[in-house]
Antibody, heavy 118, light 105 residues
Framework: QITLRESGPTLVKPTQTLTLTCTFS??????????VGWIRQPPGKALEWLAL???????RYSPSLKNRLTIIKDTSKNQVVLRVTNMDPVDTATYFC??????????WGQGALVTVSS | SYELTQSPSVSVSPGQTATITCSGD??????VSWYQQKPGQSPLIVIY???KRPSGIPERFSGANSGHTATLTISETQTVDEADYYCLAWDSSTVFGGGTKVTVL
């Protein structure tokens, strides 16, 4: 059974860097073809894909946000970390991590609400 | 950048068929997946690779993809199917549609 859990601060100030950790179980990020992605959802709005990291350390980023995003993995800890620089109130959202295989997000974490406010 | 367009809302009576569309340039040449999201919950994949249902997803959910439009069909819609539905495809990057709110009344 695959499980994922997001953790990190619930409140960040504008201009700060957000660091979120996705801790997972039930799969290995060393298995060929497997990836972990980050998706966010502002309150009352649509899902927005942010970043993906694959088993071979290939990384992909949303074109509109790639200058602010960094995704890394720690396979020994079964964790994936997302960093978002220069946070702004418009970045207030629930941030999800998800297991990705063949382009599909087939298991999701519960999400972590991050509010950006001074 | 690539865009996927969904109609904002669909209303359907219980027992009837709900049709949710997702349009994008040459979408039929890409794989599409569909996600159901109920209030306060994480998204749940209901269709992947255009037409396939994950285990545990009822048979009343089906998908199709051709030309510039992908379709999610919910046959014999039930009140438990009331949710937001999002399509997803990959072009040069992963893209979600804007979501369709399905109301069953």
């Amino acid at each position: 059974q695959i499980t994922l859990r997001e953790s990190g601060p619930t409140l960040v100030k504008p201009t700060q860097t957000l660091t979120l950790t996705c801790t997972f179980s039930g799969f290995s990020l060393t298995t060929r073809g497997v990836g972990v992605g980050w998706i966010r959802q502002p309150p009352g709005k649509a899902l927005e894909w942010l970043a993906l990291i694959y088993w071979d350390d290939e990384k992909r980023y949303s074109p509109s946000l790639k200058n602010r995003l960094t995704i890394i993995k720690d396979t020994s800890k079964n964790q994936v970390v997302l960093r978002v620089t220069n946070m702004d109130p418009v970045d207030t959202a629930t941030y999800f991590c998800a297991h990705e295989l063949d382009g599909d997000f087939d298991s999701w974490g519960q999400g972590a609400l991050v509010t950006v406010s001074s | 950048s690539y865009e996927l367009t969904q109609s904002p809302s669909v209303s359907v009576s219980p027992g009837q068929t709900a049709t949710i569309t997702c349009s994008g340039d040459k979408l039929g040449t890409k794989y599409v997946s569909w996600y159901q999201q109920k209030p306060g919950q994480s998204p749940l994949i209901v269709i992947y690779q255009d037409t396939k249902r994950p285990s545990g997803i009822p048979e009343r959910f089906s998908g199709a993809n051709s030309g510039h439009t992908a379709t999610l069909t919910i046959s014999e819609t039930q009140t438990v199917d009331e949710a937001d539905y999002y399509c997803l495809a990959w072009d040069s990057s992963t893209v979600f549609g804007g979501g369709t709110k399905v109301t069953v009344l």
